[in-house]
């Protein structure tokens, strides 16, 4: 009996060790083999480099034009994560707090764009009516209305914590709806709002497609593009796209790395109630 | 009161922004799929059904990417979950370092598709590729194949990628669920001298169920706009073999002939639209039982 348990427990302890070396081999192919020399990495496997050639990231930066798409992929990220969280969570309390029929109706009809496919054809008449075709507003803007529903989601979930007795007693100290929700509510709501932000930042890092359809100068490129057409142009240095991919995914695996425990809850929220 | 406390413009901000961005599109588009819309002519003529027959004629390859669409998302439904499932049932079965697993498990699913298929295509090459020098490696030089230019095998290297990508996600939520379930049935059952199996069978399944529907849902939604990763790994080859709605809306797109694209996209903004409905519907339902 006693040595039954022990085989099964090896054997569980072997097999996640094996799926988590499956889950994590093609990260670290990328990181050997961005320290190689073109032909050592031409065939991409996990041979040790002879020498540490760091200096393939610096080839990469220039080549690349990468402090340019860093910074844009920064930039759109950011300001639309931040814009997107804020008036998020503005919706989400309102709409949580005041369920009327209308409202109710108007949280779904938000709430259902999680599912709603962008129309890319027609956004392009929208975003020339806006003035937004081309621009790094344009793209910062479409990505914030991106995230939005799957934050209210969030955001109104969380509200449910919040206990309402807040409202009245801010309101009888007569504080006003906006000092109301930013200086009681907003911070009750932070565990989710920075959820949120982690996740919109994410998931907006890691986007091209949108880049893909709209933007046409290289100048205003996010990582993700960048990397892509430098693919398409160093096909054959490895070594080099391996660099340029691990400076793309970086800030990621960091973000990740520190914020594992909001992603997570976060993911898993609205989808389990302990 | 509660107008004053909760004003309206907090709500209008959001709103305004969505509407403006993703729901007047979608119905714009709706009157557009009607048109020969195209970026060459000034002038938008009405020509009713046409590009719907266009799309469901069997003369173009429309179908084959809806079909192909639809055989991505069952396929990653079923796949994904019962691998996630698998995995979340190996981590909570007290394993040693689980949260270290955990963490090395979920990393596939915040790297960006895109990268991940630019790694894959030299991972899948035939002649240098990992898996391939594996095989030889190891003796089964048979079994090699050209994994993304073979017409039998590049759609299941494109599901196979994608699974690697997605089934930590679904692992992490599915494991959530699990921690969520009492430890008293397991308890009870094993006074009762439930085998293991009945115990997966008769508690854990039917109690992880909203958990499974979730997960369903967000495989559905995701399978149904696969774009990124058969963009990148075949772009649709050999041929047209593996395309997808979107490619194909993707092409139509750089062709200049937005007819026939938003007519495309007016369908799966049908289906999503009924299925997106139908879900939450789902959800609410299961939220408001507890």
């Known amino acids: ?274 | 009161m509660t107008r004053r406390i909760y004003p309206f413009y907090f709500v209008a901000i959001v709103l305004c922004f969505y509407v403006v961005f993703a729901v007047v599109p979608s119905f714009m588009g709706i009157y557009l799929s009607f048109t020969d819309w195209n970026s060459y002519a000034e002038e938008i003529n009405f020509i009713g059904l046409d590009n719907y027959k266009t799309i469901f004629s069997s003369d173009e390859n429309y179908i084959h990417g809806i079909n192909n669409t639809v055989i991505f998302t069952i396929s990653t439904i079923v796949l994904k979950t019962v691998i996630g499932l698998l995995l979340a049932i190996l981590v909570n079965s007290g394993i040693k370092l689980k949260s270290f697993h955990r963490v090395i498990i979920f990393m596939p699913a915040i790297i960006p598709m895109l990268v991940v298929g630019i790694i894959f295509k030299s991972i899948l090459h035939p002649e240098y590729g990992l898996i391939n020098e594996a095989l030889r490696a190891i003796g089964l030089s048979q079994l090699t194949q050209h994994w993304l230019t073979d017409a039998d095998w590049a759609f299941k290297s494109i599901i196979a990628v994608d699974v690697w990508k997605g089934a930590g996600y679904i692992m992490v939520i599915l494991l959530a669920g699990l921690q969520a379930i009492s430890h008293s049935y397991y308890e009870a059952a094993d006074i009762d001298g439930a085998s293991a199996w009945q115990k997966f069978r008769f508690i854990t399944i039917p109690l992880l169920m909203p958990t499974l529907t979730v997960t369903t849902v967000l495989n559905l939604l995701y399978g149904l706009k696969v774009f990124e990763t058969v963009f990148v790994l075949t772009n649709g080859g050999p041929g047209y073999e593996t395309e997808v709605v979107y490619t194909q809306v993707f092409s139509q797109f750089t062709l200049g002939s937005y007819g026939v694209g938003t007519a495309l996209i007016t369908v799966l903004f049908v289906t999503m639209t009924v299925m997106g409905y139908f879900s939450i519907k789902l959800m609410s339902r299961e939220e408001s039982n507890e």
């Open chain 1, 1 to 274: 009996m006693m040595e039954n348990k022990l085989i099964k427990n090896s054997s569980q302890n072997i097999a996640i060790w094996i799926i988590s070396i499956i889950a994590i081999i093609p990260i670290l192919l990328i990181v050997i083999n961005a320290v190689k020399t073109a032909p050592e990495a031409s065939s991409m496997n996990f041979d040790f480099p002879s020498t540490l050639q760091f200096n393939n990231f610096m080839t990469v930066i220039e080549k690349g034009k990468l402090v340019i798409s860093f910074f844009n992929s920064f930039m759109y990220s950011g300001i639309s994560s931040i814009l997107c969280t804020l008036a998020s969570a503005m919706a989400a309390y309102v709409l949580a707090r005041n369920k009327t029929r209308f409202n109710r109706f108007l949280y779904l009809f938000i709430v259902m764009g999680i599912a709603l496919p962008l129309n890319y054809f027609t956004l392009i008449d929208v975003m020339k009516w806006t003035n937004l075709i081309n621009t790094r507003a344009g793209i910062i803007v479409i990505y914030m209305v991106t995230q939005i529903p799957f934050s209210v989601f969030i955001l109104y979930g969380f509200m449910r914590g919040v206990p309402r007795e807040l409202d009245e007693a801010a309101l009888i100290d007569g504080c006003g709806p906006k000092r109301l929700f930013f200086s009681v509510i907003f911070p009750m709501l932070q565990p989710a709002a920075v959820t949120v932000l982690i996740l919109s930042f994410l998931n907006t890092w890691n986007e091209f497609v949108l880049p893909l359809y709209y933007l046409n100068s290289a100048d205003k490129w996010p990582m993700t593009l960048a990397v892509y057409n430098f693919f398409g142009q160093f096909e054959q240095s490895w070594n080099l796209v391996s660099a340029d991919i691990i400076l793309t995914i970086m800030p990621v695996v960091i973000i990740y790395l520190l914020g594992q425990r909001f992603i997570i809850t976060g993911m898993t929220s609205g989808s389990v109630k302990g």
